[in-house]
């Protein structure tokens, strides 16, 4: 921990000190675009004194001079020699860069010409604009570059407290139904239980070691999904004794339990047929009725509704409990997440079967979606199936039967 602090401390130096060496570039080279400016211009003001003196001292053109007109009374003015030009004294601006040619040439001046003072000033905005942008590129990456890494950073320590809050929560939930399971196999070792006893605890055994199971299943299945290694084997499924079969599968659980759970369709004579992998669509079935018992209340009343939607058929498991508030509905679904849930003090379950149960209902090609009206309003988790034929169904159904 101190060396993840010490190297995170050297990241953070790291990229103020690039980005203030970042910043003293750009203004060492702007200083230095300037300078260049500068002397460019000085350049050719001492040129133009040259020239100047030249002209001054002779009436004749110079030779390196490409045109004076001829230089007698610079007949034709103005006469542009290159980067300057030959104008009367007073048509020259004020704080104008010029020379008086002097008694051979009196009242006249040369001036640097304005196609050359123009040239200079484009070509060094253009350095200006380049060092200018370059730099403010770099800058900008360092920055980009710093707050990515502040992102993961903070990602990370998300992640590292899911984790932990995440390993907690399996010891706790492993420890228990071990505890009970151990303490009912030793009561049965004494020989301490009444036969007429007997029955419900061996229920109440299976159920906790069917719970155990069914986790230790949803902490693999959703390693298998975070590494795209589970393989869906897309059928079709008649729905009806499906669910049939899991309602009475899930009635086993209820030994001992004031919790109810029933199965309607509608319309009742639904005999709808699903494309669907059944491993996939029993651990969907499962962890929506999960939830459902752990945040339905005292007495949880579950209830599985089907009924036909467009292309398919839709599956709701609703509950009375506790619900939840509607702008939370998509974060119920994220690995670890449990939001108002959690501060209901349910403490069971890994945070990981709606995750689950949403990455295989859109592998199936479906969907998973949540609604509550509110805190305290119960809530319904609906599964959308893609639809198949019933004679399809019949078909697959005889091919898969020995």
Request: negative net charge; glycine residues 8%; aromatic residues 6%.
């Amino acid at each position: 921990m101190q060396g993840a602090r010490i190297y995170k401390s050297i990241y953070g130096t790291s990229l103020v000190a690039l980005a203030l060496l970042g910043a003293w570039w750009m203004v060492f080279f702007l200083r230095s675009v300037e300078n260049e400016h500068a002397a460019a211009r000085a350049a050719l003001e001492h040129e133009a004194r040259l020239i100047a003196w030249d002209l001054a001292r002779s009436p004749a053109a110079p030779a390196h001079v490409p045109d004076a007109s001829n230089v007698t009374g610079l007949a034709g003015m103005p006469a542009v020699t290159g980067n300057f030009v030959v104008l009367p004294s007073a048509e020259l601006p004020p704080d104008t860069f010029s020379l008086e040619l002097g008694e051979q040439h009196p009242g006249l001046s040369l001036a640097l010409a304005p196609s050359a003072l123009a040239e200079l000033e484009q070509r060094f905005a253009r350095r200006r604009l380049m060092v200018t942008g370059e730099s403010g590129l770099l800058i900008f990456l360092i920055i980009v570059f710093g707050l990515m890494l502040i992102h993961l950073l903070m990602r990370e320590r998300q992640h590292r407290a899911r984790m932990e809050d995440f390993v907690a929560t399996m010891s706790h939930e492993m420890k228990t139904p071990l505890t009970g399971l151990k303490s009912m196999l030793q009561t049965f070792a004494r020989g301490g239980v009444p036969a007429e006893q007997a029955g419900t605890l061996y229920a109440m055994g299976l159920k906790e070691t069917e719970r155990l199971e069914h986790m230790v299943e949803n902490v693999l299945l959703s390693g298998q999904l975070r590494t795209r290694t589970f393989d869906l084997g897309m059928q079709a499924i008649s729905l009806r004794p499906l669910l049939e079969d899991f309602l009475e599968h899930r009635r086993s659980y209820l030994v001992g339990s004031s919790d109810i759970i029933d199965l309607r369709f509608e319309p009742t004579e639904l005999k709808p047929a699903v494309l669907a992998d059944p491993r996939a669509l029993s651990v969907i079935l499962d962890n929506l009725c999960d939830n459902a018992a752990k945040y339905g209340g005292a007495s949880a009343h579950t209830r599985l509704v089907v009924r036909n939607s467009p292309g398919g058929c839709a599956v709701s498991v609703e509950d009375s409990g506790i619900g939840f508030a509607p702008d939370q509905a998509p974060r119920l679904f994220e690995p670890f997440r449990r939001g108002l849930r959690a501060r209901a003090q349910v403490q069971h379950g890994t945070g990981l079967g709606l995750a689950i149960s949403t990455s295989l209902a859109i592998q199936m090609g479906g969907a998973l979606s949540a609604h509550s009206d509110g805190p305290g309003q119960g809530s319904c988790f609906t599964l959308s199936l893609q639809g198949t034929t019933t004679e399809t169904t019949a078909e697959t159904t005889a091919e898969a039967t020995p």
